[in-house]
Nanobody, 120 residues
């Protein structure tokens, strides 16, 4: 079992910045890919950014140049630095991780979500 604890959400004005954190704990050999998703009311959940275990990153076009995903493998933690925030970024942000196990198949786990609200 894996638990993900998200933090860093809040209310920010347009143009401001926030940094989200996602800390993993529990039973696993190591963390594989980690990613951030977001879901606005009435909309589908969308992938925002991913980072592989080797540090390769991917971003949805709408956040390129403004968001940065990173990870600290020693702390089993992923981060999402969000700069130049826009009202369209208002959503609940979810962390997702894929874990590796010594024995058994990989597993996928989701965080509880953290609210990000960008005011204009």
């Amino acid at each position: 079992q894996v638990q993900l604890v998200e933090s860093g959400g809040g209310l920010v004005q347009a143009g401001g910045s926030l940094r989200l954190s996602c800390a993993a704990s529990g039973t696993f050999f190591s963390l594989d890919a980690m990613g951030w998703y977001r879901q606005a009311p009435g909309k589908q959940r969308e992938l925002v950014a991913t980072i592989t275990s080797g540090g390769t990153t991917m971003y949805v076009d709408s956040v390129k140049g403004r968001f940065t995903i990173s990870r600290d493998n020693a702390k089993n933690t992923a981060y999402l630095q969000m700069n130049s925030l826009e009202p369209e970024g208002t959503a609940v942000y979810y962390c997702k991780v894929v874990v590796r196990r010594r024995l058994g198949v990989p597993g996928t786990y989701w965080g509880q979500g953290t609210q990000v609200t960008v005011s204009s």
